[in-house]
């Protein structure tokens, strides 16, 4: 079953890419920028980003991490 998450915190979005998330859409309001992610077994991942244990690999991080901001500063020209 896909989960389903919410958060500003750019490494954990870019973490749980790398863990086979997908970014579904993103919301800003006003003050604060939103990754919604899918995926399976997104919540047992997100724990793991929070305990120290989710492995990525990283070169895929940075290029998830770059691509997010770049979400981010898109979003801010606008």
């Known amino acids: 079953m896909q989960e ?3 958060t ?3 490494f954990k979005s ?3 890419l790398c863990g ?8 800003h309001d006003g003050r604060s920028f939103f990754f ?5 077994e ?6 793991s980003y929070r305990t120290g244990h ?17 979400l981010i500063f898109d979003n801010k020209r606008k």
């Open 54 to 70: 989710l492995k990525v690999n990283p070169l895929e991080l940075k290029n998830q991490l770059n691509s997010l901001r770049d």
């Open 42 to 47: 997104l919540f047992r991942k997100e724990v």
């Open 36 to 40: 919604i992610l899918s995926g399976n």
């Open 8 to 10: 500003p915190d750019l």
């Open 20 to 27: 086979g998330a997908h970014l579904l859409e993103t919301r």
């Open 4 to 6: 389903r998450l919410e």
């Open 14 to 16: 870019a973490s749980l």
